[in-house]
């Protein structure tokens, strides 16, 4: 090897390191995601408990929701130990490709965005997107009664990508996290809100003065769990995994369990 083409090795060694990217084994640098998992013996999960029901703390403050138990689930199936790695809407994605965790499972919605630097496995629940009000919008039935109507939704997330896209005139106040979300909520600092129906059920448990109700449907969404790019080996695992529990009733029951409503008997693809 000359002096230039060693350089350039070099340097590109260097720059992989730097930013963490597999520049020189390409795909196969995280094809061995799996085999660390099953090597180290625990999988590193992260989830987002600030989002009920799919992630919150119980009165004891230890995690809890539909998110939590599917990711025991995972980890039950994968014969390791479970460790959670707590993260927020828009830190899910950094969390994989820094490395932090080895896939994400926080009501994580697919959407061709995510997917240019991410990949998916296959569904395992849905998350609708709905606009959501209490008295003061008795009279919302389309996006354009929103027009400069304070609108409150969760920052990164794919309600706030939503409500970007399909409620231009509105002033959306973004929150970090759902749970700060319901507390606006419940305090009245907004009456109108772009999440999913089971953050509005949360939200009335506890304002049942004035309790929202459904609006505008926006959307319906499946979501996944979300893993990096190359992790082939490790996702056809997930997918496995995923059409086990669905096909022997058990994602469908924490679904039920937690969000109140029934989980599809067909999924949308991801």
Partial sequence: MNRRNLLATVSAAAFALIVGLPLLGGSNAM?????????????RIAVDLGSPPF????????????????????????????????VTGPNRVPALLTGQADIVMASFSVNAERKKVIDFTDAYG??????????????????????????????????DLEATAKLPGAQLTRYDDDATLVT????????????????????????????????????TNPYAIGLRKGDDTLKAKLNEVIAENLKNGKLSEIYNRYTGVPLPATLPKT
Avoid: W
Wanted: proline fraction near 3%.
């Fill in 31 to 43: 094809a061995d995601t799996l085999a660390d998992i099953q090597q180290r013996g625990k999988i």
């Fill in 55 to 86: 992630g919150m703390t119980d009165a004891q403050m230890q995690p809890t929701g539909s998110d939590i138990e599917s990711a025991r689930l995972v980890a039950e199936a994968l014969g390791v130990e479970l460790e959670l790695v707590q």
């Fill in 126 to 159: 849905v998350i609708q997107i709905v606009v959501a009000a209490g008295s003061a919008g008795a009279n919302v039935t389309k996006p354009e009664d929103l027009n400069g109507v304070q609108v409150g939704t969760t920052r990164g997330s794919t309600n």
């Fill in 184 to 219: 606006a909520l419940v305090s009245g600092q907004v009456d109108v809100m772009a999440s999913s129906p089971q953050i509005m059920s949360a939200v009335n448990q506890r304002r049942t003065a004035d309790p929202l109700t459904l609006k505008i449907v926006l959307k």
